[in-house]
């Protein structure tokens, strides 16, 4: 049930399935024209792949034996087919094994998921005070958001390739549902069964661990679902940030530091200087992060109508939007870094974000814009960047 509702929140393409057809007594003699939904063309393996609609095949003289017996298996080759899977067509089950967990690593998107597992242990350390709050109790707490955080996680990326099955057949080919290495219904049942699991976790261990969850699976699924009006954020700039700010911000880090501050150290208020500069530093990498994906995007998005910044602005003037927001927020933080009254993190707050300003600069200089393979690199880039602030917030006192 909670699959088939998964599914019923994305338009997906149209799909049928398509058996063999074709034989010695259907074929028509030769000089006659043979009419396909489809025309087709032998693959290495004798299979036909579709390719084109409403096509008719003229004058092909076929050559049958009495005895022998002419099949052409017609293979769709699109994901949208919920019955295709590549790893069927290995005959090791260990093989297949190992490809679909390689498949289903990539289906949940490594590098947000790393992103995810710094959140938690960033807003954990916020809420050590002193070398005997490492205890047990500590780390078990940890643990239970870390493993809520994934599940939800792989929910939001396994919807949102759902939903984006055919933009990522333009812009992000690679990817294993729009790849076909994974099929449809494994796709939904991974994302259905991730976002319960999430739920789950949350709502067995505490209460702000849920609201954050819960505000997770809002946001998340109003940024790629496609069925009203009024979702699919991702298709408006500012809807856009507002789900980035959410996730990796606002809602979901401030859950975390809750649920561990609530059992090491009871209830304590979101105004101490550590919060505050962590929620400034992260969303001035959510925007970025959030605009910046745009640009190696805008082909797809253009085809799919969606209005980015990226496309509104141009690829150069939101790639140095991009590029200015972190500089500032590097200084500033340079500036909060130098009033605080702990010596050791005033000398590191300070050093490592002007050390980092400095580099993100460098790097940003030398890509060439025209090129989109060094722009998803630079993207790449800032989600290390990213990574590095989740260390440098536990730091700041």
């Given amino acids: 049930m909670a699959s088939l509702a998964l599914g019923s929140l994305c338009k997906l393409t149209s799909y049928r399935r398509t058996g063999v057809v074709g034989s010695s007594s259907s074929l028509p003699k030769g000089g006659q024209s043979l009419k396909f939904p489809q025309v087709s063309k032998f693959n290495n393996n004798g299979s036909m792949t579709l ?32 019955e295709f899977d590549a790893t069927r067509d290995l005959s090791s089950p260990v093989e297949s094994a190992i490809k679909f967990v390689n498949a289903l690593y990539r289906f949940i998107r490594p590098y947000a998921a790393v992103g995810t597992v710094l959140s938690v ?9 002193k070398l005997s709050d490492f205890s047990p109790l500590f780390f078990t707490k940890m643990l239970q958001a870390l493993v809520g955080g994934m599940f939800m996680q792989m929910y939001v990326c396994g919807f949102n390739q759902i939903c984006d099955i055919e933009l990522d057949k333009v812009n992000k080919p690679t990817l294993p549902l729009a790849a076909g290495e994974i099929s449809m219904n494994t796709a939904i049942s991974v994302s259905s069964v991730s976002a319960i699991m999430s739920l789950a976790v949350g709502w067995m ?62 209830v304590s ?51 140095w939007i991009c590029i200015w927001i972190l500089e500032i927020a590097y200084l500033g933080a340079a500036c909060v870094g130098a009033t605080s009254p702990i010596p050791w993190s005033k000398y590191v707050t300070i050093g490592s974000h002007l050390a980092m300003a400095l580099l993100l600069w460098v790097r940003a200089k030398s890509v060439d814009l025209k090129n ?13 960047l990213f990574y590095a602030e989740y260390g440098l917030i536990a730091l700041v006192r």
Avoid at 235 to 260: E, K
Avoid at 282 to 304: Q, Y
Avoid at 377 to 382: A, I, N, V
Wanted: proline share 5%; net charge positive; charged share 15%.
């Fill in 51 to 82: 390719q084109q609609r409403n096509r008719t095949i003229l004058n092909e003289p076929f050559t049958l034996h009495e005895n022998n017996t002419m099949k052409f298996k017609l293979n769709v080759s699109s994901t949208s087919n919920f």
């Fill in 121 to 129: 242990a960033a807003m954990s350390l916020l809420t050590v005070q």
């Fill in 205 to 266: 261990v505490s209460p702000p661990l849920f609201w954050a969850f819960v505000g997770w699976f809002v946001v998340g699924t109003a940024y790629s679902a496609n069925v009203l009006p009024y979702l699919r954020w991702k298709r408006f700039p500012f809807t856009a940030a507002f789900y980035m700010l959410m996730a990796r911000a606002l809602v979901v880090p401030i859950g975390y530091y809750l649920h561990m501050q609530s059992f090491l150290h009871g």
């Fill in 269 to 319: 208020t979101l105004l101490s200087r550590p919060i505050l500069f962590a929620v400034a530093m992260l969303s001035a990498f959510s925007v970025s992060t959030i605009f910046f994906k745009d640009i190696p995007d805008i082909e797809g998005d253009r085809m799919h109508g969606i209005k980015s910044l990226a496309i509104k602005l141009g690829e150069k003037r939101m790639y």
């Fill in 372 to 384: 989109m393979e060094a722009v998803q690199s630079m993207y790449m880039f800032l989600w290390q």
